[in-house]
T-cell receptor, first 117, second 113 residues
Framework: EAGVVQSPRYKIIEKKQPVAFWCNPI?????LYWYLQNLGQGPELLIR????????DSQLPKDRFSAERLKGVDSTLKIQPAELGDSAVYLC???????????????FGPGTRLTVL | AQSVSQHNHHVILSEAASLELGCNYS??????LFWYVQYPGQHLQLLLK??????LVKGIKGFEAEFIKSKFSFNLRKPSVQWSDTAEYFC???????????FGKGTHLIIQP
């Protein structure tokens, strides 16, 4: 089974430029998450999708960040314009309900490491 | 809102030493608890989880964790570490279902041969 795929793996841009990250979840996983991981910190949730609906975007800085999951499969996270403080690793994860379980195990992708100069 | 505190940011041990990494969480309701591991150059992987039942849970690679509700703790243990256990370890919680995870800051574990 293929895991969560993210691209690009690395991105270097200058401040004020736009940038986009792409995520392809595990086939059949209806829940998709974007997390931000700063250096030396644990991941922090940015947004969660159930199919194509954003059900939790309370931590997404909406002035410059946007996300979409138009067909309930792939997702794109965009930053416009990027700032120096946005340098971090952006992680995508996906999950699906397991029968008889009270939780959905989240599977993480390799992340996109963004450097803003 | 829930929060997670990991006591040690850097731990260095020799092979065969015993390991215990501390994790405390802050949340008044029912939570699910997780330990994730990130080996060098790899993505986050689930090590073990607790959501109900026996508070002592066993995970992959000989790891175990004990949920102590009265202390809001979920410490990770391994009786004898190996060089290959060198990695970053993250404690995490959520309220269940498909809820997003709240992570601690992580513990960087280095095992010296």
């Amino acid at each position: 089974e293929a895991g969560v795929v993210q691209s690009p793996r690395y991105k270097i841009i200058e401040k004020k430029q736009p940038v986009a990250f792409w995520c392809n979840p595990i086939s059949g996983h209806n829940t998709l998450y974007w997390y931000l991981q700063n250096l030396g910190q644990g991941p922090e949730l940015l947004i969660r999708y159930e199919n194509e609906e954003a059900v939790d975007d309370s931590q997404l800085p909406k002035d410059r960040f946007s996300a979409e999951r138009l067909k309930g499969v792939d997702s794109t996270l965009k930053i416009q314009p990027a700032e120096l403080g946005d340098s971090a690793v952006y992680l995508c994860a996906s999950s699906s309900r397991s029968a008889g379980e009270s939780y959905n195990e989240q599977f993480f992708g390799p992340g996109t490491r963004l450097t803003v100069l | 809102a829930q929060s997670v505190s990991q006591h040690n940011h850097h731990v260095i041990l020799s092979e065969a030493a015993s390991l215990e990494l501390g994790c405390n969480y802050s949340y008044g309701g029912t939570v699910n608890l997780f330990w994730y591991v990130q080996y060098p150059g790899q993505h986050l992987q689930l090590l073990l989880k607790y959501f109900s039942g026996d508070p002592l849970v066993k995970g992959i690679k000989g790891f175990e964790a004990e949920f102590i509700k009265s202390k809001f703790s979920f410490n990770l243990r391994k009786p004898s570490v190996q060089w290959s256990d060198t990695a970053e370890y993250f404690c995490a919680v959520n309220r269940g279902g498909a809820d997003g995870l709240t992570f601690g800051k992580g513990t960087h574990l280095i095992i010296q041969p």
